[in-house]
Structure formats: structure tokens, C-alpha cells
């Protein structure tokens, strides 16, 4: 494990690397606890580089057995090995000359996962960002680019698989009951997209005629048993290389396309160049052990790693800086996949509140940092929502204000110039400035300023006048690193709904950029003003949440109602009904904190009714209006002095309140869904199961018996359904026999489905209330819970600290102070996972003052604690700066 060092590296310091790779010779000779690995690298110096420069290869705990020059065993006078370097001197001035380094790995022993590791007997690599050094020296850096050849010779017997990047070049016997097989890639990549897998798995075949109609073959691995379940991901992979096609005019560039599901694993997935590895809960599926959303994630993680081959592969990055460059750009793309694949209004509303209950904290917390960061510690601690998720927003944004035609043209370009490069945050919106002229100067803020902008509004009607004005301010708070904040590029959506529901259309505006019904603030503080206009107009602002910002607009209540009745937008619709419920929401807590009784605004109950009752509108949006702010979404709204108890219990009190008002409409609901055809996991059967389930927690409430979930769990043929009587019984009713009986049924069932299992695990450590933290500890002796697993630690302890509010932030702090023992327990076997874990702590400021402090003491007995990991270190500092 890499101990901490305290180091930091600044994008500043970036410079091209002294020597240029030329080719990259790979032997591996496998063994689960001594395998041999021969790189054989072609270098030459870089022009004009001081012919003194030694070279200077990374590493990271590797045993060095042989290293050769131009085939020659090198004096050691020459070389000077360190724990994480190897450098080597007196090197030529220009011509090529060959480095052989050989050294031993244990991949058995390698519990980081990171590098080349034993997953259920399967040998394979995560690389990514800074795994390929755990293998062998090596300039690992993605701007480094060369073309692999790969041998593996392993026993046969046990490993009938030998896979690697590229095309299949041949294998034959290689005696000894071993065997060999050899890979070639022609595409330059750099280290982190390598890849090998080798055992003994199941496979599914298919194949992809390409747009120039090339035929490419498809194979997905699984473990023995398990083809069927990869049945969908095969057909979401197909879809994904239409798609590409069809939308962004990609090509795939290889004769072979492999996904191998593995089950441990730290991620999703990764985008090995034709060689995808994927955690296996983002493969398997069926309507027994697979929820809907299991579905919806499985399609839309198989399009982004298929869709990085293009953003990410072909053109990766300079540095680990430029992380946005790929991640952001290929997290829009596989939501536009999705959004054409699935309901495009519903898919919004899932990505903004996600955004907002994971990126929003982040981005206001001491973990805050810009899309594109300017300083690291940890690489491994970048991959997050800020630069995954408001990185996409961000190439959205640009969508946006460049228009649609605009938007290809630049992406055409970025495709013409970069292919085969390393490149830049800059280079990419060049881009789209050389193709439409436009100047990004001032949008480019929104990759180097941390924080979400608070925009307040404020609006004003003259009738007199006929003129309708819009007053917007724009505010970034400071942020880590970051006091001062310069005016941004805020591109806002916007339409004047008139009384009938019709859009007004002005006939002039002053007082800034509108283009199309698109408002640009670039302004601290900027009024907007539309003549023309014959009645007071209600407006509906960042419709499709067109900027990830946070509005403060008093909009009174008949006019939310009025957007949540009329807007065209069904975004915008979803919106009115969030902002009428966070005044009830927020003020029943602070009724529970008072003692008072909670009440209900008769406006959000008719709304929300209505459009509940509303056939005209899809199953799975009326879903997403009864889904209510989560309860750390009302924290955030507070903003201070957290409760969660009384969250919680404000919370519920609202939602009995519009279980009593809207009885007979979730009764009615619930029966008429019921479904009579044979399960389909499309996005419309999809809907209907999430509006029916949505009736059946109401229905819970209202009828305050279990008897309802008892019954939808023995008539359940899907696991959807299944999952959410589950969740219903133990939420809602956690101490009756059914509940137990119905944990119990559950467990046996699926008792040799570890990945159906971990939803068992989440839905107990999810049960509110003080009782949580013994329940998870209890459950932590199960037998079919596996310490080493990430996926079972984050499905029992990760989904505890994360998503039980009142269980996890019990005021005694004992449930921080196990997490605390349990981080530093996993900071041993996985620094990546720890760190990541950890995280879950990141807003304890916001409690109030007894869970805060006992929260700053478990991060503290973190923080002083002996050998953290360089993860662990970071985090836990950077939360209690
Ligand atoms: N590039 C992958 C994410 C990923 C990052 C790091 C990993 O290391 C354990 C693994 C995967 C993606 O965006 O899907
Ligand atoms: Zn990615």
C-alpha cells in the first residue's frame, strides 16, 4: 500500500515526458502468486531534451528480477530502484534503444484491486488511473501513447481464456499443460486502458455490422451459469454501437468487442481498449434478480464504457487534470443515449436529482473542487460527481448555447483534430468556438470555479407598459482554495406561460443576450426586460435544468401551481412540485424540533393528486412527482443545525398527510396497474411498476397495516416488486412477524445470488432509526457477507452511512465512531474504497452541534491513526480542514 506522503501535484508543473515510447512488448506468465511479467519498451530521447536526462520509470510495490539494455544486462551503476521508481541512466542522445524490465507480481496477494488481481479465481487488471505501475516500470501517464503487443502463457486447464486489448493475433500449446495466446492493438493508448483477463468463464456471442460494414464481434463473459443474465447487456451494447453511429457518426475500430464481468471490482467499469471489465452487477440481469433500475444502469454503464472508445480511448487525456475531458463528455453521452433509449423528461428529472443529492453537497462542502481540479494528492479521490456528473452538465451547457448544429460541428471537429492525441480542457472547447464562432472565453469559468452559483430572482409586470421584467443576481460561494468568484456564463431556458397555459412571445427584449428561449446571465446582476407582453406572465426558468445552479425565486404558490399544472415542459412541471413541497417539508421539521404539529399545504396535496390521478401523463413521471425530496435533500434546504431525527419525522408527517388525502386515488392506482402481461424491462412497463409501488408505500401509510406489502410480496414476479414490498414491510413495519418472515423468505431464496443478497443488506442497513447501527453489525457476521467484497461493504456499511440518515447519525455518535473502526479496518485490504466510503461524512458540519461534534471525533480518530493509505489521508484532512 502506498502510505501517505503528503505530496501534492499541481497542473502547473505539467511538461511532456523526456523520452517518447515507441512500442510496448508484453510476456506474462501467470500464476496466482508469482507471476512473471517481461515488458520489452522502445524509447527515444525527445528532441531537444539534455542528453544527461535519466529516465525515469514509475512503480509501485513490484519486485524487479532482470533489467536488460538493447537485450543486455545492465550494471547497476546504471539504475537506481526505489519503492516507486525506476531510473536509469546514460541513455543515447537520439537513437531508439530497448529497456527490458522484468519483475514479479502477486496477484492473489493484491487486495487493492488495482494492477493485476485474482477475482473468483479470474485473473484480470484495473489500471486505471495508476494501476499499470503495480505491473511493471513504466512512464504511466496518459499522455504517453504507444502500440501493445501482449503474450500470456498461463495453465490451460484453468485458464482456457487468455485475453487482452486489440485483435486476437494467434496461440497455440506451449508445453507443460500451459498455453499461449498473443494480442495486438494497433491503436497508440496509454498504460491506464490496458488490459488482460485469463480463467476458465462462460461467454455470449453476437455480432455488429458497422455503418462501413465491417462485421465486429461481440463477446461478453461471464461466470459458468450465468450467460442468460448477460442477455441484456449484449443487447444494450448493440444499441450503443448504433447509436454511436447514428448520433455522433462514431465507428467502432476493432474486429473484437469484450466485456468481462468480474465480481470484484472498485468501480462500474472500465474502458480497457476492446476489452471492457465490468463490475458484475453492471451485466447480469433478469426479471427475478434484477430491479428496474438494475436495467436502467446496466444500459447506461455498458453505452459509457462502449462510448469512452471514441471520448477517452481514441482521445484521451494530457494529464490526470483533464479527467472532465473524458468523463464529463462521455457521462452526456450515455445520457442522451438513455434519454433516446427511454423517457428523455423522466431520465432528466433522475439526473438532476441525483445531481442535486450528490453533487450539490460535494460542491458545497469541503470536499468542493472544480470540474477541472488544479491540484491533487490522490488521483484515485477525482472520480466524482463533480467531474463526472457537473462535467456533463457542463458539455450540456455548451449544447446549449452553441445549439444543436453548433454542438456536432464542434464534436466533429474535436474528432478531426485530436484523434490519436492526448488532450486538453482547452483544446476541446476550441473546438466548438472554431466551429461556431462563438466565444467561450468567459463559459470556460465553469471549469476552473468550484461551487454551484446561487442565481435570485426576482420579476415585475407592467401592465401599462406591457412589459414583463426578470431581475436575475448570480453568486458563487468561496470554496476550498477558492475566495473569489467571477461572474459566470449562466445559460437559462426559460418561457412566459400565459393564464390559458399558452407561452407568451415577446416582441423585444432589452437588457441582455436571449436567444431562442434561451437567457444568457453573464452578469453579476443583469434584468432582463420583454415588451410586448398583454398579461402578467408566470415564468418557468432553467426549464430542463438548462445550468446546474440553484434558483432563489419566491414564486408564490398559485403560480408554482399553475407551472406544475400547465408547463409544457415536463421538467419544469416536476420542478414546481419540488419547489411546493420543500416549504411544507422543511417546515414540518422545524415543527418536530419545536414540538408543534406538522401541516401540510392543501396546494402541494392538490397538485400532487393531480397530476397522480393524471392518465395523460406517463406512469414513470407521475412516479417521479410522488418520489419527494429525500431527506438529505431537505437538510441541504436548511441548510444548518441538522436534525435528521426530526427531518425524518416531518418528512413522514407529510407524506401520511397526502396518504390520507389521496386514499382512494393510490387504491386505485395500485389495482388498476396491476400488470397482466408477461414481464418486460422497457421504460414503460418500468413506469407503470414505479407508480404502483409508489401507491403501495402511500397505501402503507394510510391503511397503517402491512397487510398490503405481505401480498404484493407473494405475488411479486419480478424482482422490482419484490425488492419494494421488501422495502415497504421493513421500512414501515420493521418489528412484525410478516417483516421477518419476509427477510427470512427473501435470504433463502437467493442465498447463492451474492449480487440479489446486497439488496437484502441494503434494505435492512436503510430501516430508520437507532436500531440501524446493531442491525448492521449483526448482519455484518451473516454468512454470505464477505469483508473483502466491495460490493457487499458498500451494499451494507457504504449504503448505511450514505443513505440511512437517522440510523447513521444517531446522536450518541456511535454509528460514526464503528464507521471510523470499520474505514481504518478497510483502509488495509482497498485505500480506494475506504477513502470513498469515508466521503459519506463529508457534510457533518451541517448537524447540529452534539452529532457534530462526536462526528469530528470518529474523523479525527481516523485522521491520527498509524499508515493511512495516501486515500484515506486526503480525504479525512481535506474534511476536517
Ligand atoms: N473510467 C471508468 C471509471 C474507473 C475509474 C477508476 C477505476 O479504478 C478502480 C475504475 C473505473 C469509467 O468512467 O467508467
Ligand atoms: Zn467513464
Redesign the pocket.
Known amino acids: 500500500m502506498r502510505t501517505d506522503t503528503g505530496r501534492t501535484i499541481n497542473l502547473a508543473d505539467y511538461r511532456p515526458t523526456d523520452f517518447v515510447l515507441e512500442r510496448v512488448d508484453l510476456t506474462f506468465e501467470l500464476d496466482p502468486t508469482e507471476t512473471k511479467v517481461e515488458a520489452r519498451l522502445i524509447f527515444h530521447r525527445r528532441e531537444g531534451v539534455d542528453p544527461a536526462a535519466p529516465l525515469v520509470l514509475d512503480g509501485d510495490e513490484l519486485k524487479m528480477t532482470g533489467l536488460l539494455f538493447d537485450q543486455i544486462e545492465m550494471e547497476p551503476a546504471r539504475y537506481t530502484e526505489t519503492a516507486d521508481s525506476l531510473t536509469i541512466r546514460d541513455l543515447p542522445e537520439s537513437a531508439p534503444f530497448e529497456i527490458t524490465v522484468t519483475t514479479l507480481i502477486n496477484p492473489e496477494a493484491n487486495t487493492q ?2 494492477g493485476l488481481y485474482r477475482s473468483n479465481g479470474i485473473y484480470c487488471t ?1 489500471c ?2 495508476e ?1 499499470f505501475r503495480r505491473i511493471t516500470f513504466f512512464p504511466d501517464r496518459p499522455d504517453v501513447l504507444a502500440v501493445y503487443t501482449v503474450n500470456i502463457i498461463a495453465d490451460k486447464a484453468a485458464n482456457p481464456l487468455l485475453l487482452s486489448n486489440g485483435n486476437f493475433l494467434g496461440g497455440a500449446g506451449y508445453g507443460e499443460g500451459k498455453h499461449f495466446a498473443a494480442w495486438f492493438d494497433p491503436h497508440p493508448k496509454p498504460s491506464y486502458l490496458f488490459a488482460l483477463v485469463a480463467g476458465d468463464l462462460g461467454v455470449v456471442e453476437d455480432t455488429f455490422v458497422t455503418m462501413s460494414e465491417r462485421e465486429v464481434a461481440l463477446k461478453i463473459y461471464v461466470e459458468h451459469g450465468k450467460e442468460a443474465r448477460a442477455a441484456y447487456a449484449m443487447d444494450a451494447l448493440k444499441r450503443s454501437m448504433k447509436w454511436d453511429e447514428e448520433v455522433f457518426g462514431r465507428e467502432y475500430d476493432l474486429d473484437i468487442f469484450m466485456i468481462v464481468a468480474v465480481s470484484d ?7 480497457n481498449k476492446g476489452l471492457n471489465i465490468f463490475n458484475d452487477k453492471y451485466v447480469l440481469a433478469d426479471p427475478e434478480t434484477a430491479t428496474d433500475q438494475d436495467y436502467a444502469n446496466i444500459e447506461a ?1 455498458i453505452a ?2 462502449y462510448f ?1 472508445n471514441w471520448t ?1 480511448n481514441r482521445i484521451t487525456c494530457r494529464d490526470w487534470f483533464q479527467l472532465c475531458l ?2 464529463g463528455l ?1 457521462v452526456y453521452r450515455d445520457h442522451e443515449f438513455s434519454a433516446d433509449q427511454r423517457s428523455r423528461a423522466v431520465k432528466r428529472i433522475a439526473e438532476v436529482r441525483h445531481l442535486r443529492s450528490e453533487q450539490f453537497p460535494e460542491d458545497s462542502g469541503p470536499l468542493s473542487h472544480p470540474v477541472r481540479p488544479t491540484e491533487y494528492r490522490e488521483i ?1 479521490n477525482f ?1 466524482t460527481t463533480t467531474v ?1 456528473e457537473k462535467g456533463s452538465e457542463v458539455t450540456r451547457m455548451i449544447a446549449t448555447i452553441v445549439g444543436r448544429d453548433g454542438f456536432k460541428k464542434g464534436m466533429d471537429l474535436y474528432f478531426e483534430r485530436h484523434d490519436g492525441e492526448a488532450a486538453t480542457v482547452e483544446d476541446f472547447v476550441k473546438c466548438f468556438e472554431d466551429a461556431t464562432g462563438r466565444d467561450l472565453t468567459q463559459f470556460s469559468l465553469w471549469y476552473r470555479q468550484a461551487g454551484t452559483p446561487q442565481i435570485t430572482v426576482s420579476s415585475s409586470y407592467d401592465a401599462a407598459a406591457k412589459t414583463f421584467s426578470l431581475s436575475l443576481e448570480q453568486m458563487v460561494a468561496a470554496t476550498p482554495g477558492q475566495t473569489a468568484k467571477e461572474p459566470m456564463h449562466i445559460p437559462l431556458r426559460f418561457a412566459l406561460i400565459g393564464e390559458n397555459g399558452a407561452e407568451a412571445q415577446p416582441t423585444a427584449v432589452s437588457g441582455g443576450e436571449v436567444s431562442g428561449d434561451v437567457l444568457h446571465l453573464t452578469e453579476r446582476s443583469q434584468t432582463f426586460t420583454f415588451s410586448g407582453i398583454g398579461a402578467r406572465p408566470v415564468v418557468s426558468l432553467n426549464r430542463g435544468f438548462s445550468a446546474p445552479v440553484n434558483l432563489h425565486f419566491a414564486q408564490s404558490t398559485e403560480d408554482l401551481a399553475h407551472i406544475a399544472r400547465h408547463d409544457s415542459d415536463l421538467f419544469a412541471r416536476w420542478q414546481a412540485i419540488t419547489d411546493l413541497s420543500l416549504p411544507n417539508l422543511t417546515a414540518a421539521a422545524e415543527a418536530v424540533g419545536a414540538g408543534k404539529p406538522v401541516e401540510c399545504g392543501s396546494a402541494l396535496c392538490e397538485a400532487l393528486l393531480a397530476i397522480t390521478a393524471d392518465d395523460s401523463l406517463e406512469p414513470a413521471f407521475r412516479a417521479q412527482a410522488l418520489a419527494l425530496p429525500s431527506e438529505s435533500d431537505i437538510a441541504r434546504e436548511l441548510g444548518a443545525n441538522n436534525d435528521p431525527d426530526a427531518i425524518h419525522q416531518g418528512r413522514q408527517a407529510i407524506l401520511a398527510a397526502i396518504a390520507k388525502a389521496g386514499a382512494a386515488t393510490f387504491r386505485a392506482l395500485f389495482d388498476g396497474l396491476a400488470s397482466s402481461q408477461p414481464f418486460s424491462p422497457d421504460a414503460a412497463g418500468a413506469g407503470r411498476r414505479a407508480l404502483r409501488n409508489a401507491a403501495l408505500g402511500f397505501l402503507a401509510l394510510s391503511e397503517n397495516s402491512p397487510a398490503g406489502a405481505v401480498e404484493a410480496f407473494a405475488e411479486a414476479d419480478n424482482m422490482t416488486d419484490l425488492s419494494q414490498a421488501l422495502t415497504v414491510l421493513a421500512h414501515r413495519f420493521p418489528d412484525a412477524t410478516e417483516t421477518h418472515a419476509a427477510l427470512a423468505a427473501f435470504e433463502s431464496r437467493f442465498a447463492a445470488n451474492a449480487l440479489v443478497l446486497d439488496k437484502w443488506f441494503s434494505i435492512q442497513a436503510t430501516i430508520p432509526g437507532n436500531g440501524a447501527l446493531d442491525r448492521v453489525m449483526r448482519l455484518m457476521q451473516n454468512p454470505h457477507f464477505t469483508a473483502s467484497n466491495p460490493n457487499r461493504v458498500r451494499a451494507l456499511i457504504g449504503t448505511f452511512a450514505f443513505a440511512n440518515p437517522t440510523g447513521f447519525n444517531r446522536p450518541d455518535g456511535k454509528a460514526y465512531h464503528f464507521f471510523a473502526e470499520e474505514i481504518l479496518a478497510i483502509d488495509k485490504r482497498n485505500p ?1 474504497l475506504a477513502a470513498r466510503l469515508l466521503t459519506a461524512l463529508r457534510s457533518w458540519r451541517l448537524l447540529e452541534p452534539v452529532r457534530a461534534d462526536q462526528a469530528r471525533e470518529a474523523l479525527m480518530s481516523i485522521e491520527r491513526a498509524p499508515a493511512l493509505s495516501s486515500d484515506v489521508a486526503d480525504i479525512v484532512e481535506r474534511i476536517l480542514k
Request: aromatic share 12%; proline share 0%.
Open positions: 484491486l488495482m484495473q486505471e488511473a494501476g471490482f472498485n468501480m462500474g467499469a472500465m474502458e454503464i459509457h464504457e469512452h477517452g473524458k468523463e462521455t484515485n472520480y463526472y480506494q
